[in-house]
């Protein structure tokens, strides 16, 4: 353990009013849920925040409930929680999916679909889930809530529109129409941090995401434009070569990212026809 | 903000939790809270207030699984093993391979392979006393 721990210190909130009350007084505390991203930058000693606010007592934030038509999944539900969700697996399987794959069953009885939202990495797996859904975050201050289409929350690298008093209290998905397509690309099955995770939606026009390849999870606005003009898989090829702009990095090269993307938009679409 | 891993090495002297990675990988620090498998090394102290914490010098009724371990070439070196062991005690009763696999792939072991740790926890079910 690289952080001096005697510098750091925790609120323990009972309730979501008392959380909300303390993000108030102390804007720019940080949550914290299941504590598998963050204890890894505490571990490495590369995490800048001295002060944290715990969620693991509120227990009313780990409700999935459906609401009308649509799936409302509290921000503390664990991925085990969504992998025993009725609800998620019968409206949203693609989440299930992807929460599968995620880290181990260790990593899964521990961390949070409100946790990978808040963390942001580009390589987050539920991500492109939720922007393939067409999914609302919700937020919540002391103020009241307010809801983000999921195409909006982030801003850039790791930065979103949350501020500093608020807590992502709920993800929203509404109704999805259409057969629904995941798939993960690491090194290995479990425990691997992506390469490159598409997820998608074979609506009317399709909805196409994909994680690993810029600095926040991406649609693919023109990518599905031209699915839905032409239908053309060889033309929607080329079409997301243009349009996604990974990177070289330690998990992977650009070229494989871009030829990989490829090969799943022609999967996804060959297996969902 | 102290890991339980830490409380549980240092204050109480449980040192059969191991730290392998410290980053959530490995499975090494392995525990159960309240009877699922959990890294030790990402969990803060003030996470499992009133919760029940089991390592494994108090899994009780596991005898089955350790003998197993022992006879079948399931520990080498014998760090992964506590938390292989954990985890295993994690599985639902009658686990097939595939679970076995999948509930034990957040257990990393360098030395022995998988395969006799896997016929580890297979024997361990079929024998008299299978763990609780």
Redesign the interface.
């Known amino acids: 353990?690289r952080t001096a721990?005697s510098s750091?210190?925790?609120l323990?909130p009972e309730s979501l009013p008392e959380a909300l009350s303390m993000l108030r007084d102390a804007p720019g505390v940080t949550p914290?849920a299941?504590?598998?991203d963050l204890?890894?930058s505490?571990?490495?000693g590369t995490l800048p925040d001295t002060r944290?606010l715990?969620l693991?007592r509120i227990g009313s934030l780990r409700d999935i409930r459906l609401q009308k038509d649509v799936v409302s999944i509290g921000a503390l539900s664990t991925y085990?929680d969504l992998l025993r969700s009725p609800l998620v697996a019968e409206r949203v399987p693609i989440l299930a999916s992807a929460a599968r794959e995620i880290?181990?069953?260790?990593?899964q009885?521990?961390g949070t679909l409100g946790g990978n939202v808040a963390n942001g990495s580009p390589a987050g797996d539920t991500l492109p889930v939720l922007a393939a859904a067409d999914a609302v975050v919700v937020l919540e201050s002391a103020r009241g809530a307010r809801r983000v289409p999921f195409g909006e929350f982030y801003t850039g690298y790791r930065q979103s529109v949350r501020r500093g008093d608020e807590l992502i209290v709920a993800i929203e998905i509404p109704a999805i129409h259409g057969r629904q397509w995941f798939r993960k690309v690491g090194t290995r099955?479990?425990?691997a941090i992506s390469k490159v995770v598409m997820a998608a939606v074979r609506s009317s026009p399709p909805r196409i995401a994909l994680g690993s390849v810029a600095p926040t999870v991406v649609r693919l606005p023109l990518t599905e434009a031209s699915l839905a003009a032409s239908g053309s898989i060889e033309e929607a090829r080329r079409v997301l070569a243009r349009e996604i702009h990974p990177i070289d990095d330690l998990r992977s090269t650009a070229a494989y990212r871009r030829r990989v993307a490829e090969n799943l938009l022609a999967q996804f679409w060959r297996e969902t026809s | 903000m102290k890991r339980l891993l830490d409380v549980l090495r240092e204050d109480f002297g449980l040192t059969g939790t191991k730290e392998g990675c410290g980053e959530g990988e490995c499975g090494a620090c392995t525990v159960l809270i309240g009877g699922e498998a959990v890294n030790s090394c990402l969990i803060p102290f003030a996470q499992v207030r009133d919760c029940a914490v089991t390592t494994i010098e108090g899994l009780t009724g596991a005898g089955a699984l350790q003998e197993a371990f022992i006879r079948e070439g399931g520990a080498q070196c014998g760090i992964c093993t506590p938390g292989m062991i954990l985890a295993a005690a994690a599985l639902p009763a009658g686990a097939d391979l595939d679970q076995i696999r999948r509930g034990l792939a957040g257990n990393i072991c360098r030395c022995t392979g998988y395969e006799g740790i896997y016929r580890s926890i297979r024997g361990a079910a079929q024998s008299p006393s299978s763990p609780e």
């Not at chain 1, 880290?103 to 990593?107: R, Y």
């Open positions: 353990m721990l750091l210190s925790l323990e914290l299941g504590g598998t204890y890894v505490l571990n490495f944290f715990d693991s085990t880290g181990g069953v260790q990593i009885n521990r099955a479990a425990q």
